[in-house]
């Protein structure tokens, strides 16, 4: 995607708009596949939730991926799009046993994160194959924000419940056909990342019947120059190796499954919004967008830095501005971000908007949702509509005064 093709794209559906590159998308699937390549059987599952448009859905199956899903409406999503529902799992946390039960006539795999659903889930279905999602309490990446792992996480069972754990199998006669950890959302350090990789094979060890192993995600991709990325392929080769030793000392061809999101899809990802006032004060110059944590929350919520390109004058000369949003908040972008020089009715085009941004968007301020488009095969093509003040108002009842 050009410049020019970001620009036109702006012109015919409108500002602000998210795009997504589809061929990015499959060389990060093929990336990571690869860097499994000694793995006999891999699997990667992709976490619905980052970007749940179900045409990424169908194109991400094209590639052979499967689905990780965090809801019964995302389970719903997936099978619409057409994903078989035996490449689907269902990773919830903290839902209901009507939930789950529901996913279970869907003919998705479970996977349970918490002792109590597993003993009501076992005592009722013993039949049915269950994944156990482990807490194995390693941190990886320092933000406790984004590290589900570690001691006060609210995710998984923990791993010093092992006992209670293989006490409600052996009493339910439960089938486990899976392990599963999902320890955060960086993979800074491999070695921490294999550390805790070995505690979920020590915990593999005490079932008999799996099938596979889930090593979650945490691959984390760049967001400004100097960021540290995991590098997928030394972590590929390690872990690969110990799995495949694993594997043979357990006596069964495992498969290795992952379920990344931000990894397949976070770059692919540009959010477009159109400055519709410069603003200059005694301390700095404001570029005010059409957008704001509405349509894109993540610097907010999380202090994430995206990249900000002016696409309209990307040879201008830098200055320094604050990016700030029009909603009655404050919903500052980026502070002092050193761009090419920004006239009203600019374009700019913010990195990293694949993950976790559109899905994350609201009406807030009563605005609607922007456009979606997908990059695909040198045309775009529109996933997503702009909503309408329709949309707006069609769950509101008013009542007669
Ligand atoms: C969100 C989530 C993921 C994906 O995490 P990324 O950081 O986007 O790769 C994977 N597994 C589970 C269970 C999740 O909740």
């Not at 156990?132 to 941190?139: D, E, K, T």
């Not at 929350?297 to 995206?306: D, K, N």
């Not at 913010?350 to 301020?365: D, E, K, L, V, W």
Request: overall charge negative; hydrophobic content about 40%; some cysteine.
């Amino acid at each position: 995607m050009t410049n020019q093709d970001l620009l036109a794209a702006v012109k015919e559906y409108g500002s602000p708009l998210y795009i997504y590159d589809a061929a990015m998308m499959e060389s990060q699937y093929n990336r990571l596949v690869n860097a499994f390549k000694d793995v006999k059987h891999i699997k990667v599952n992709y976490a619905v939730k980052a970007l749940s448009n179900m045409s990424v859905l169908k194109l991400l199956h094209s590639f052979g991926a499967g689905m990780d899903t965090v809801s019964i409406q995302e389970v719903k999503l997936a099978l619409t799009a057409g994903i078989p529902p035996e490449m689907i799992i269902y990773t919830p946390n903290g839902v209901s046993l009507e939930e789950i039960e529901k996913a279970v006539t869907l003919g998705v795999q479970i996977n349970i994160d918490n002792l109590s659903i597993l003993e009501q889930f076992g005592t009722k279905y013993p039949k049915i194959p269950v994944c156990i999602r482990i807490n194995p309490h390693v941190m990886a990446g320092g933000n406790t924000n984004i590290s589900v792992g570690h001691i006060d996480s609210k995710f998984g069972i923990s791993i010093h419940q092992m006992p209670h754990i293989q006490r409600i199998v052996d009493n339910t006669g439960m089938h486990i056909n899976g392990i599963h950890m999902h320890t955060g959302s960086d993979i800074l350090d491999i070695d921490v990342f294999l550390y805790a990789s070995e505690i979920l094979f020590d915990a593999a060890t005490h079932f008999k019947d799996l099938e596979f192993i889930d090593f979650g995600s945490g691959f984390k991709v760049p967001y400004k120059t100097g960021d540290i990325e995991t590098n997928v392929e030394e972590f590929g080769e390690k872990l690969s190796k110990r799995f495949n030793t694993f594997c043979d000392n357990y006596g069964k061809e495992l498969t290795l499954a992952f379920e990344p999101g931000k990894f397949l899809v976070s770059e692919s990802g540009k959010f477009l919004a159109k400055v519709n006032v410069v603003k200059q004060t005694t301390s700095t110059v404001f570029a005010q967008i059409d957008s704001g944590f509405n349509h894109l929350i993540r610097p907010m919520l999380y202090g994430s830095q995206h990249e900000i390109i002016n696409i309209s004058n990307p040879d201008g000369k830098e200055r320094f501005y604050s990016v700030v949003g029009y909603i009655c908040e404050t919903d500052t972008f980026a502070n002092n971000r050193r761009i090419n020089e920004i006239s009203e009715g600019d374009i700019l085009s913010f990195h990293n908007a694949g993950a976790y941004c559109f899905t994350m968007s609201s009406n807030y301020n009563s605005r609607y949702r922007p456009a979606e488009v997908l990059w695909y095969q040198g045309k775009p093509h529109l996933i997503q509509k702009r909503e309408t003040f329709e949309d707006l108002v069609k769950n509101q009842v008013q009542i007669e005064l």
